[in-house]
């Protein structure tokens, strides 16, 4: 639902990284405030249920055992999905010409990082324990670079 207060087009860039900050702001930006709405309290709820605040605090403090035992992965499995289709929802109504494929990138991330908080619970790397947030994160550039390049093949194909 558009405002009618809001006239001025955002660039993708913009809304991109304001959809990065938080889902939701990204549909401000864009005058769909119910969109907005929905997206910010499905990001509070999941991210509540899922002490997600307080896994991210341990995280990078180094206590990723502690945000491993704090983590509810019954909910964290919800937040990628719902964070990057709120970033796609938004990139996709920016200023500048609409690529076919480009959400790829999006989808395929979001299913690296689902992919990253399934195995984050017990996955080691080089000995280190990652744990349920900065192992998701690792898992979010293989996911960027399969998008990328799903959506240059698709491109070539088409034209």
């Not at 605090?57 to 709120?86: Q, R």
């Not at 550039?141 to 390049?149: H, S, V």
Request: hydrophobic share 50%.
């Amino acid at each position: 639902m558009s405002s009618t207060f809001t006239s001025k087009q955002h660039s993708k860039l913009e809304l991109l990284l304001w959809g990065i900050a938080f889902p939701g702001f990204g549909q401000i930006l864009n005058g769909h405030y119910i969109k907005a709405f929905l997206f910010i309290f499905l990001e509070i709820i999941i991210n509540v249920n899922g002490n997600f605040n307080r896994i991210i605090m341990h995280s990078f403090n180094g206590k990723t055992e502690l945000a491993a035992e704090l983590a509810n992965y019954d909910w964290l499995m919800f937040y990628p999905c719902i964070y990057f289709f709120a970033i796609w929802d938004a990139y996709k109504e920016g200023k500048g010409e609409q690529a076919a494929y480009d959400f790829f990138p999006f989808v395929s991330s979001a299913f690296f990082v689902t992919l990253g908080v399934i195995f984050s619970e017990h996955f080691t790397l080089f000995g280190l324990f990652p744990g349920p947030v900065l192992l998701p994160m690792l898992f979010l550039l293989p996911g960027l670079i399969t998008g990328l390049f799903l959506k240059y093949l698709l491109n070539k194909k088409i034209h």
